[in-house]
């Protein structure tokens, strides 16, 4: 971004834009100083219909189909200084700020995906019977269940407590991150388990273990740089 007098001048694309396709208002993140250097880089309140802000396309995306992701590109687009969020200079601090309570939301999101797809899986197990009684009565399926039940409390309590730290207004870079980490492998290890369980019907649509297990998968994504815009 440049500055032209009362304006800045915004020249960019984004990738990976969640929700991107339904968002009217969107933050960019732009860089206003010289590469390098400390505080060079801004955001800016971006309206979706300022002439040269364009959503140009679509992700077709293994999971969460729920949402739409999509990329921005900004050509020539306008702003005045007044479009500034927060500082000029302080867009990155604003944004690491945002990824701490970040990863604790997607550790929300995590767990809640797995609830799911366990439930789905325990309540089969109790309704479905093999050799004249409930599969859950069997050690293999009892066992990996009763495990799936002790990795999501243990989730759980981690996850409430980077929340509680963050309600408190204290540093959660770490608990937020440890948080993300472990929910997301344990909703991994569910939702595998789950379509396990389920068997061939855990394989097919509808079924909510099989929207789950793809859903859960961009919980595990790591914190990265945007690379590959079309």
């Not at 797995?114 to 399926?141: L, N, W």
């Amino acid at each position: 971004a440049v500055r032209e007098g009362d304006h800045w001048r915004i020249q960019g694309e984004k990738c990976w834009l969640g929700n991107g396709g339904h968002s009217r208002h969107f933050i960019v993140f732009a860089r206003t100083g010289e590469s390098g250097t400390r505080n060079n880089v801004t955001a800016f309140w971006v309206p979706r219909d300022t002439p040269g802000a364009a959503v140009d396309f679509y992700e077709d995306k293994m999971g969460i189909r729920g949402t739409t992701t999509t990329n921005l590109k900004l050509q020539d687009v306008l702003v005045p200084h007044s479009s500034i969020v927060g500082e000029e200079g302080g867009g990155l601090k604003l944004a690491l700020a945002t990824l701490n309570v970040g990863r604790i939301v997607v550790a929300a999101q995590a767990i809640g995906i797995a609830m799911c797809a366990y439930r789905a899986a325990t309540q089969f197990a109790v309704e479905r019977s093999t050799f004249g009684k409930p599969i859950i009565d069997h050690q293999g399926i009892g066992f990996k269940l009763a495990d799936c039940a002790t990795q999501l409390s243990s989730a759980r309590m981690m996850l409430y407590e980077a929340a509680a730290a963050y309600d408190r207004g204290e540093d959660v870079s770490s608990l937020g991150a440890m948080a993300k980490l472990y929910a997301s492998e344990v909703s991994h290890k569910v939702c595998d388990d789950a379509v396990q369980v389920l068997g061939g019907r855990g394989y097919v649509k509808p079924n909510p273990a099989e929207r789950c297990y793809r859903d859960q998968r961009i919980t595990e994504e790591i914190d990265h740089d945007d690379r590959g815009c079309h």
